[in-house]
Each structure stands twice: as structure tokens, then as C-alpha cells.
């Protein structure tokens, strides 16, 4: 089945998993002598993260497609460790990879730390939150990177579902993609507006791409990719495939405003603002919010996470 994503630039990009039958893509692994490492970053994901192990694990031992299963815990202060080991994955916190190169918290950290860690030529990322997925977001990944060289980084894409606090569901997830990545694609990279989820959680990458580029420690890590990416080796080295729908847990607005102004900061730092070039700390950069209490409204500031590491090959030599 092809995709129908039509774009111009995009189209003959665009795969559908059902395009990548886990036992073609199998053999084609064996001949190719690659190996496959899925990653799952997680804090605080006790309730969602055994599931999500256990089907990867299932298709693991079914196709042989999966070489190694590992869980990145990222500061949880619950049994995310105990569930996700339970699963079947090995465990690694976050803080405790080569800690002598310090610790951040964030997202980006976590899948920092799990190259020092990983030994897969060919990554696949997946959320730890996942309530609606499958395992087909693994092969479906995997499908272009193990059928074009040339390609060094699979986002995936699908109908972002919303479940409202009364339960219903809609197609309207995604909305810091909405807010904040679309429109930033649109205006600044157009070449990338093609990308359906540029924010998707669920993606794979080469390892010699992911050990030479800068890595934001929070959420700015899938835009920087997919910029730093685009720019250093161009649009054909990206390729997108649809993995039908996905529902997660979701945060409030409020928190999403701090996610929102990281990827701001990458894109800037991306647009090159002079003094703030790649990989540099910022100053601390603060978000300004406010809560209403009574009649009274209160502001108060969260600090946003700047820090970017650098690409993981200078520190594994
Ligand atoms: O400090 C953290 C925060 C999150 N996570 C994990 O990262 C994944 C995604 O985090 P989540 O808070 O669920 O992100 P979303 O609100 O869903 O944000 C979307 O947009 C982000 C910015 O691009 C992406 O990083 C996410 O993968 C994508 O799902 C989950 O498994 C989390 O447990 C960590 O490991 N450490
Ligand atoms: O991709 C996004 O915009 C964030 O993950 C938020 O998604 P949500 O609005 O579905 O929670």
C-alpha cells in the first residue's frame, strides 16, 4: 500500500508501514549484517511502559528484527524501572550512564545517554507513554533504512488522537506540532513542511548519524535532528512513513508552553542568532506564566532546559 501523501517533494518519500512486511525486512537486516536497537526513554511511565516492552519484546523474538530492547530511565521517581525490566528490556537510568560526564534531565538527555550505552547501527526510537501504537511502528520504521542506504533518518507519522478529560477522543492531538513546529517549518524551512509529525516521538537513525550531531537535553532533540539532519545531508537523506493512529498521554497546555519555547530555541540557534551558535549554552532563558487564583494572578517563571551535548562520537572517541 503507498502512502498518499502527494507533495511534490515529499511523495516519493513517504512509505506506509504496510509497505514493510517484518519478514522481508528480516531477511534484508541478515543480509545486510545490521543490527537494530529500539530505545524507550521514560519518566515516570509505570502505567504505559511494561505494554509498550512487552509487544517489542513479542516481535523481537517472532522476526528477529530487534537485537537489543532498552529502556532509558529518566529520573522516575515510580517503578518505571521495575515494569519496563519485568517487560523484558534492559534498564539503564539515565544518571547512572558514564556519569561522569554529568547529567540533565529531559527527553534528549535520556536518548543522548542511550548511544553510550546502545550498540544497534540502526536506532529506533519509541515513547514509553504509547496507549495506541503497535509494533508495526517498528518495522515500519526500520522499512527505509533497511532498504535505501542513502537514507539516514525515518520519521512517522499518523493521526495524532486526543482523548478529552471526559473521555472522548478526537483526531485533534498534537498541539504544540500545531502551534509551534508547523508554523516554524512553514516560515523558516519550507523544504521541511512536508514532514506530517515533525515532532513524532517515534523515528530511526543510522548511529553515525545520531553520534554526529548536537543533541538538545529536553524535547528540542526531534527538530534539531531533523534540521541538522536536513541541512548536512539534505532532504533525501529523510524519509517519513505512516503509521496509521496514535494516542499517548497528554500534558496539560500549560506544561507544553515549556516544550514550545525549547523548540523555539533551537530554531533560533538553527537560524543562526550571532552568539548563539549550535551546541553553546544560553543564558538561562526563563518562561513567564501566570495562574489566577481567586482574583488574584500570580506569575511565576520556569526555567526552559538550553543545554545542548555534544555530538556523542567526541566523547566515545
Ligand atoms: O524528562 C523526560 C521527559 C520525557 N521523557 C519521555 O519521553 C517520551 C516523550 O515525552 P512526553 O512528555 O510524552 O512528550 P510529548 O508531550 O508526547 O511530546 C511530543 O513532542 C516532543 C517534542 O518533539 C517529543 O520529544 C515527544 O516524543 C513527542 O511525543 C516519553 O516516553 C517520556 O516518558 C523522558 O524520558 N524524560
Ligand atoms: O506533538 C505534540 O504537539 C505534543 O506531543 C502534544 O500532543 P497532544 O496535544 O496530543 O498532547
Not at 103 to 118: D, I, M, N, Y
Not at 232 to 237: C, N, T, V
Not at 282 to 293: C, E, K, M, T, Y
Request: charged fraction near 25%.
Amino acid at each position: 500500500m503507498s502512502s498518499t501523501l502527494t507533495t511534490e517533494t515529499w511523495g516519493e518519500r513517504t512509505s506506509h508501514w504496510r509497505d514493510w512486511p517484518a519478514k522481508h525486512l528480516a531477511a534484508r537486516k541478515r543480509d545486510l549484517g545490521l543490527t537494530v536497537s529500539v530505545v524507550i526513554p521514560a519518566r515516570n511511565e509505570e502505567a504505559t511502559v511494561g505494554e509498550v516492552v512487552s509487544r517489542i519484546a513479542r516481535l523481537a523474538a517472532d522476526t528477529g528484527l530487534v537485537d537489543e530492547l532498552v529502556v532509558i530511565d529518566s529520573d522516575s521517581t515510580d517503578k518505571t524501572s521495575e515494569a519496563a525490566a519485568r517487560a523484558g528490556a534492559t534498564v539503564h537510568r539515565a544518571r547512572e550512564v558514564a556519569p561522569h560526564l554529568d547529567t540533565f534531565p529531559g527527553k534528549g538527555e535520556a536518548l543522548w545517554k542511550s548511544l553510550l550505552v546502545t550498540k544497534g547501527d540502526l536506532l529506533v526510537f519509541v515513547d514509553a507513554d504509547l496507549t495506541q501504537w503497535g509494533p508495526h511502528f517498528v518495522t515500519g520504521l526500520l522499512g527505509p533504512l533497511l532498504s535505501d542506504e542513502h537514507v539516514l533518518l525515518v520519521k512517522g507519522f499518523y493521526e495524532r488522537l486526543y482523548r478529552g478529560t471526559d473521555g472522548s477522543v478526537t483526531a485533534d492531538g498534537g498541539r504544540v506540532t500545531e502551534l509551534v513546529a508547523r508554523p516554524l517549518l512553514s516560515l523558516w524551512w519550507p523544504g521541511l513542511a512536508g514532514i506530517v509529525q515533525p515532532l513524532a516521538g517515534e523515528w530511526a537513525a543510522r548511529r553515525d548519524l545520531m553520534e554526529s550531531l548536537p543533541i538538545p537535553v529536553g524535547y528540542g532533540i526531534e527538530l534539531a535532528v531533523l534540521l541538522d539532519t536536513a541541512d548536512q545531508h539534505g532532504l533525501e537523506a529523510i524519509a517519513q512513513v505512516d503509521l496509521g493512529s496514535r494516542g499517548h498521554k497528554h500534558q496539560a497546555s500549560h506544561d507544553l508552553a515549556l516544550m514550545a519555547a525549547e523548540l523555539m530555541l533551537v530554531a533560533e540557534r538553527r537560524r543562526g542568532r550571532p552568539g548563539h551558535d549550535k551546541g553553546e549554552a544560553a543564558d538561562p532563558v526563563r518562561l513567564h506564566q501566570f495562574i489566577r487564583s481567586g482574583h488574584e494572578i500570580r506569575g511565576y517563571t520556569r526555567a526552559v532546559p538550553t543545554h545542548e551535548r555534544p555530538p556523542a562520537r567526541s566523547v566515545t572517541g
